[in-house]
């Protein structure tokens, strides 16, 4: 489930990828990402609407395979 203003989609692929995972972690300064027990990429829900848009996430994976989604309009 997405948050209520923010949802993040990963790519399957990158998801299972441990170094990239390792890294998402490591760059969301709101702990959007997580490892699961099976060392896969796992999306923190209650942590969604905490986004700050930085999009270093977006940056340090591959081009397309992370998403920022805003749920909400702008302006
Ligand atoms: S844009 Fe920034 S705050 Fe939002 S999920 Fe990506 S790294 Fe985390």
């Known amino acids: 489930m ?3 203003f923010i949802d993040v989609q990963v790519d399957a ?3 299972r990828d ?3 995972a ?3 972690v490591e760059v969301c300064p709101v702990n959007i990402f997580a490892k ?3 060392g896969a990429l796992r999306i923190v829900e209650e942590n969604l609407d905490e986004c700050v848009l930085c999009d270093l996430c977006i940056q340090a994976a ?3 395979a992370v ?3 805003k749920l909400y309009e702008e302006g």
């Open 22 to 24: 390792a890294k998402l």
């Open 2 to 4: 997405p948050g209520l």
């Open 67 to 69: 998403r920022v989604v």
């Open 13 to 15: 692929k990158v998801a």
């Open 18 to 20: 441990a170094a990239l």
């Open 36 to 38: 699961g027990e099976d």
């Open 62 to 64: 591959p081009p397309g």
